[in-house]
């Protein structure tokens, strides 16, 4: 997606005025259909939309000589990662004494692999932490993804930890998340039938 990304902003300056609108999928239909498709093709599955297939890839996946810079946004925020990484690499504490006992405690679950903090799991691999900018980003992609079903926070969860990331609060913010999405409101598991009063059953003995 990066080359497509590259080969477009490449096409853009020859034009002398150019906007981009990015659609939902819900307005684009076209969009939706080749989605699908791609995943549930076969011989006789009805074509709504002409498709064609491309044997070879429209760009090349090495950058040209001619362009040889390449810039990637890295974020400089600080997270709850920089402290327990700062004590594993360098042994350095925070000031703050219960900050500082939290993270000595807490630093055993935790191990560095390539320059990433990873999470030791009781029975799974090892989780890779995430920042809460890439949590966002990472919720977003499941939930609403190619296999997103919007089934709700707990289910949310519970994928993001199968697919191997871990971060403070995670059941927390996959709710938050899930209550803020339109689509896990809507089709979510909930009770919508009125309450109504219980009605008494009289018995004329006990277990009858």
Aim: charged share 25%; hydrophobic share 35%.
């Amino acid at each position: 997606m990066e080359a497509y990304h590259s080969a477009v902003m490449q096409e853009a300056r020859s034009f002398n005025r150019i906007k981009f609108i990015q659609l939902p999928r819900e307005r684009n239909e076209d969009a939706d259909r080749l989605t699908c498709s791609a995943s549930s093709s076969g011989e006789t599955l009805a074509r709504v939309i002409p498709i064609g297939v491309l044997c070879q890839l429209s760009i090349l996946e090495e950058p040209s000589s001619s362009d040889p810079w390449q810039v990637n946004a890295i974020p400089c925020e600080p997270s709850w990662i920089d402290p327990i990484i700062t004590y594993i690499q360098d042994g350095i504490l925070p000031k703050q004494r219960d900050e500082a006992r939290m993270i000595r405690s807490n630093a055993a679950k935790y191990a560095i692999m390539h320059n990433q903090l990873y999470r030791r799991s009781y029975l799974g691999p090892y989780l890779k932490c995430e920042t809460p900018a890439e949590a966002q980003q990472i919720l977003r992609t499941i939930d609403e993804g190619v296999c997103g079903n919007h089934s709700g926070g707990r289910s949310l969860t519970h994928k993001a930890m199968t697919q191997g990331y871990f971060w403070p609060n995670m059941v927390r913010d996959a709710e938050e998340f899930s209550q803020s999405c339109d689509k896990c409101q809507r089709f979510g598991p909930l009770i919508y039938q009125p309450p109504e009063d219980l009605h008494v059953m009289a018995k004329p003995w006990p277990f009858a």
